[in-house]
């Protein structure tokens, strides 16, 4: 299957996020005087070149003060220091409404969910043989995305310190409205009556996952749901749960692996702001 990437033009990325933000009444400015030199679209709209350049902050300004998007129409780019504290003023809970909203409307009616790793450091591979450190090994953060099998949009994302739990710990903070009248697929890491079928259930919607043990009966198999998977497989809808695949490749690949910051937060921002970029760039 041919992998597939982003190809788009900066000024129209430019344009529909700053559409999006006004029609989604997102907060113009911090202070009640209104007098910032650089509002937050401005930065918002930043942040999303900035995944999209997958640089350090100081090349990052480098690039777009030489080459700037025709649709920025900014007189004075700011400094680097500017943009991180700009940055880190704004809290993870609102880059995560923002993945949120923009992976509203895509109609899908399947929605794939996929626990993965970002790298929280860079190191070489030669630096690595020189050290005798193991790249596998390098500390990371596991997310949780919620995919549209259509659209390719995020729907939601968590992001959290520890990197050896399990998905099904995230599933209280992602599961939501948007489960009603779903198909959520997920790996055999799912396969749980109460922890996965009966809360998807309760939001009105529909759990596939794999079972562990093939060779179990129906009789002896555990939980309504998992026997009705037993009995009847749903192939059709499981076999697009790849393309939660797609997106997270997607992701790495057009704007990198890892996630900048020291802290969890800065992190977090990060991660959930490349979410953001990737719901602006593959909407229609």
Not at 16 to 41: G, M
Not at 50 to 72: G, H, I, N, T
Not at 203 to 232: C, F, I, N
Request: charged share 30%; net charge positive; aromatic share 10%.
């Amino acid at each position: 299957m041919r992998k597939r990437t982003y190809d788009v033009d900066l000024n129209k990325v430019v344009a529909k996020t700053f559409k999006f933000l006004r029609n989604h009444d997102v907060p113009k400015h911090w202070s009640k005087t209104k007098n910032e030199r650089y509002d937050v679209h401005l930065i918002l709209v930043l942040y999303v070149l900035f995944c999209m350049a997958d640089k350090s902050y100081k090349r990052f300004r480098r690039l777009v003060e030489s080459c700037p998007p025709l649709s920025l129409r900014l007189k004075t780019f700011p400094d680097s220091s500017t943009l991180w504290r700009a940055w880190r003023r704004i809290p993870p809970r609102f880059y995560r409404k923002l993945v949120q909203l923009s992976g509203k409307g895509g109609r899908d009616k399947c929605i794939a969910l996929d626990p993965t790793h970002f790298q929280i450091s860079r190191p070489s591979v030669a630096y690595c043989k020189r050290t005798k450190r193991v790249l596998e090994r390098e500390p990371n953060r596991k997310v949780t995305i919620a995919t549209g099998t259509r659209s390719l949009r995020i729907i939601d994302a968590v992001i959290y310190a520890y990197p050896r739990r399990n998905g099904l710990d995230d599933l209280d903070k992602l599961l939501g409205s948007w489960v009603k009248g779903k198909s959520i697929v997920a790996d055999t890491e799912f396969d749980a009556q109460e922890r996965f079928h009966d809360k998807v259930l309760e939001l009105g919607g529909k759990g596939v996952a794999p079972l562990r043990h093939k060779e179990v009966l129906v009789h002896r198999t555990k939980g309504s749901r998992r026997k009705q998977l037993r009995r009847k497989w749903p192939g059709r809808s499981y076999h697009r749960r790849s393309l939660t695949e797609t997106a997270n490749s997607m992701l790495k690949r057009g704007m990198g692996e890892t996630l900048r910051g020291k802290s969890v937060g800065m992190q977090a921002r990060h991660f959930y702001m490349k979410c953001f970029t990737h719901n602006m760039l593959v909407r229609g």
